[in-house]
């Protein structure tokens, strides 16, 4: 095949198919992708989780993670929230001719390796290639499913009164290092994104017999969006700042460019809302995990009106408001 994505590898003739045998079909390659048909046949259950979402970060490759990963990861974490076991997914890859085709496969190659992490299979996709200066190189756009076993809990999403709120690990990484990368900010050591995919954490909690009443994986609009909306209009939530986990380097770019970690975004980050006699056995069956040895209770869930407030260092409270606008366009 050649060194650049053409115009003629999106038209469905021999470039296309020499695309999907040299580049997605090697590191895909699965009992169920390999007919090639139009949709692929899976076993499934009696109850599905089903998602789909969108990938259009720029840059396409930043310390920690990349377009592939990204997507994958968050492909995964959106059905492990919803207490599903993810299973499958299919990705649509929009791609702008002239790019490298070695680009390409470097993406691909860390999507089969996050779908490997994370135990799911890519059964199923689409390319289309588009006129160089349409897309910022490469899109990409999954579906994930995922199956509960039976007789499994399924999270109500809303939070109860005297529950704690925990995350699994440090906040604002992923969001700082897309930024940092972007601007060419030359932080040493380089900001990290936590992309990856985080069904092990969700099931660690749900199989030690932990009724979570709420998960979310807090992507745009971080901490502060997620927590907004389980406040609701009937529950306040009290955060302990202090107590929330932020890695150092992160730490210091929110400080120098005056931008709140609360509304940094994450990708490899799950918030849990559990009651408080639960909170101990979660955060042991969490930090079992290397990624999750920061686990903390960072909040707590209290009557009110939805309003979410966030216990400073100085022992003062300040109120946190839903995101408006974007403060980090293009981090996923």
């Known amino acids: 095949m050649t060194d650049e994505i053409t115009l003629a590898h999106g038209s469905g003739g021999e470039a296309y198919r020499e695309l999907v045998e ?24 009696p109850r599905l989780a089903f998602t789909t979402d969108g990938y259009v970060v ?27 076991l993810p ?16 680009t390409l496969r470097r993406a691909v190659t860390s999507m089969a ?17 588009v006129p160089c200066g349409a897309c910022d190189g490469m899109h990409i756009s999954t579906s994930g499913i995922g199956v509960f076993p039976d007789g499994a809990y399924v999270p109500p999403q809303r939070v109860e009164i005297g529950d704690a709120v925990i995350t699994s690990g440090p906040v604002a990484s992923h969001g700082m ?38 998960m979310r ?12 909306e389980w406040a609701g209009r009937e ?25 709140d970690p609360l509304y940094v975004a994450n990708e490899g980050v799950i918030l849990f809302s559990l009651a408080h006699k639960d909170a101990g056995a979660a955060l042991e069956a969490l930090r079992e995990l290397p990624a999750c040895r920061e686990a903390a209770v960072v909040g707590e869930v209290g009557a009110g ?9 100085l022992n003062t409270l300040r109120r946190v408001l839903p995101p408006r606008g974007e403060q980090l366009p293009r981090i996923c």
Do not use: W
């Not at 601007?183 to 979570?212: H, K, N, Q, T, Y």
């Open 22 to 45: 040299e580049i997605f079909l090697p590191a895909f390659k699965n009992e169920y992708i390999a007919p090639l048909t139009d949709s692929a046949v899976l076993p499934g259950g």
């Open 58 to 84: 720029q840059p396409l490759f930043f310390p920690g993670g990349d377009i592939g990963r990204l997507a994958v990861s968050g492909t995964v974490n959106d059905l492990a929230v919803s207490g599903a």
């Open 87 to 102: 299973r499958y997914i299919a990705v649509s890859m929009v791609l702008e001719a002239g790019l490298c085709a070695q």
């Open 113 to 129: 390796g996050a779908a490997r992490e994370a135990g799911v299979l890519i059964v199923t996709g689409d390319t289309k290639v």
């Open 177 to 214: 290092a897309v930024m940092a990368a972007r601007g060419g900010m030359g932080f040493d050591p380089p900001i990290e994104s936590d992309a990856r995919p985080m069904a092990d954490a969700v099931r660690r909690v749900l199989d030690a017999g932990i009724r979570v009443h709420a």
């Open 217 to 228: 994986d807090p992507t745009r609009g971080g901490v502060a969006a997620t927590l907004c």
């Open 235 to 259: 529950r306040n939530i009290l955060l302990y700042e202090e107590a929330l986990p932020v890695k150092p380097g992160a730490a210091a770019a929110c400080r120098i460019l005056g931008i």
């Open 305 to 313: 009106e939805g309003i979410v407030l966030a216990r400073t260092r």
